[in-house]
């Protein structure tokens, strides 16, 4: 099982640095040809949606 933080998430939704994106999906794209879990905790949903919110509107 692969744990998604907050940094992660954020990354991947905004593509705000194009090069540590790329890193991120790099690192994540083999998990849609093998079955592996991805575990995203209820405070890392809780943490990206204030930060979309009160940073990105």
């Excluded at 690192?27 to 879990?37: K, N, Q, R």
């Amino acid at each position: 099982m692969i744990g998604i933080d907050t940094n992660i998430l954020l990354r991947i939704v905004n593509d705000d640095d194009p090069e540590q994106s790329k890193k991120i999906r790099a690192l994540l794209a083999p998990l849609d040809e093998t079955v592996h879990s991805v575990r995203i905790d209820d405070i890392v949903l809780a943490e990206t949606v204030w930060v979309l919110h009160s940073v990105y509107r």
